[in-house]
């Protein structure tokens, strides 16, 4: 059992900055990869970035790449998102997941998510 809990979303404007982290608890947290996924209002949840148990491979959406970093502390059972260059179209809940892959029925456990809101 892994339990999740996303902080670090808010208000930025286009072009700033922000950090997602993610604490993770339970015993098999670092065999686990973990991704970001995010929903926009209206919209299917996607994928963001994934970064493997050992954090050695991590890919990206192509909306992200570039801009968004993938990365984790196992020592801190952390997992992290930098998020620069952020665009209007990047708002949406942001929520951390367990697992690996690009679709969301690769992951076992989710956390109740984090609000990202950039303005113009």
């Known amino acids: 059992q892994v339990q999740l809990v996303e902080s670090g979303g808010g208000l930025s404007q286009a072009g700033g900055s922000l950090r997602l982290d993610c604490a993770a608890s339970g015993r098999t947290y670092s065999s686990y990869g973990m991704g970001w996924f995010r929903q926009a209002p209206g919209k299917e949840r996607e994928f963001v970035a994934a970064i493997s148990w050992s954090g050695g491979v991590s890919y990206y959406a192509d909306s992200v790449k570039g801009r968004f970093t993938i990365s984790r502390d196992n020592a801190k059972n952390t997992v992290y998102l930098q998020m620069n260059s952020l665009k209007p179209e990047d708002t949406a809940v942001y929520y951390c997941?367990?697992?690996?892959?690009?679709?969301?029925?690769?992951?076992?456990?989710w956390g109740q998510g984090t609000q990202v809101t950039v303005s113009s």
């Open positions: 997941a367990a697992g690996f892959g690009v679709v969301t029925a690769q992951y076992a456990y």
